[in-house]
């Protein structure tokens, strides 16, 4: 099980216990819920104001019943995602960006570098191919080829010290060897919102909130139906005429994700 949204976003004890007297099981707008914190905390501060209210959000996703919560997420180590979901699975790409920035200087070094990254990527290798044929002798096999990599010095300080880095986010990084199902990266996700962020550059936003989510909704759509294979603009055009002779995206992403076995080992392990 995971800690409380609120003590994962950081709130101190003294305010969580306060937050008990909030009314339960209402749906309050920002406006609402700071005249709410202003009434029952009103000597909060606004770092501690903005921890709540990310903490409260986390909770309330939390306690959906009208549709399925997700339990892990593939993401980098930014604080930001703490809490969002049961689990998490770092991303191993953005993992292994950090030891691109290691400069090594002596033959030493270079040597000690040389002989870590090829086991870095010959270790990711390992991982790939245990996705698609996971057992419980191959998951211990690369645990403890794992502590191997990580934990044994190599002489090289700048290297030990970013490998302990490493090593103190195992269970996040490992936690393919208990869900293989799950990608190793989270470069898809970061693609799809790859052109959003572009045009967010080159406009400078929308001039109204409305424009804002016009953009997102459309661009969403266009991103959605690239990765299923679908012409946006036969898609658009089937919706606005009235035709409704395509499939909706909905129906094809929830096609799509029957045959990725999501989920499976939630089920193996009795907690889906």
């Not at 645990?143 to 191997?148: A, S």
């Not at 109204?208 to 016009?214: D, I, M, P």
């Amino acid at each position: 099980m995971f800690s409380s949204p609120l003590e994962e976003a950081g709130v101190a004890a003294k305010w969580r216990k306060q937050l008990v007297e909030l009314p339960e099981g209402q749906d309050w707008n920002e406006a609402e819920l700071d005249q709410l914190l202003a009434k029952y905390l009103p000597k909060l501060k606004p770092h501690s104001t903005k921890l709540i209210k990310d903490g409260l959000a986390i909770t309330s996703y939390h306690s959906r019943l009208d549709y399925p919560v997700v339990q892990l997420l593939v993401c980098d180590d930014a604080p930001v995602f703490n809490g969002l979901t049961s689990e998490l699975a770092l991303c191993w790409l953005h993992e292994a960006r950090h030891y691109k920035k290691l400069l090594p200087q002596t033959g030493y070094a270079k040597r000690r570098y040389s002989e870590f990254t090829t086991q870095l990527w010959d270790y990711y290798r390992e991982l790939l191919v245990y996705r698609l044929k996971p057992s419980d002798a191959e998951a211990d096999r690369l645990t403890k080829r794992f502590e191997r990599i990580f934990k044994v010095p190599s002489g090289y300080e700048q290297l030990d010290e970013r490998k302990a880095l490493t090593y103190a986010k195992k269970k996040e990084l490992l936690a393919v060897l208990v869900h293989p199902e799950i990608a190793l990266h989270n470069n898809p996700a970061e693609l799809g919102a790859r052109q959003r962020v572009r045009k967010r550059d080159v406009s400078l936003q929308a001039c109204k909130a409305e424009g804002l989510l016009a953009w997102d909704t459309f661009q969403s759509l266009v991103e959605t139906a690239k990765k299923l294979g679908v012409n946006i603009y036969r898609y658009l055009y089937d919706r606005v005429s009235g035709q409704d002779k395509l499939p909706s995206l909905a129906h094809l992403i929830r096609q799509k994700a029957a045959g990725l076995n999501l989920g499976q080992s939630w089920q193996r392990f009795g907690t889906g």
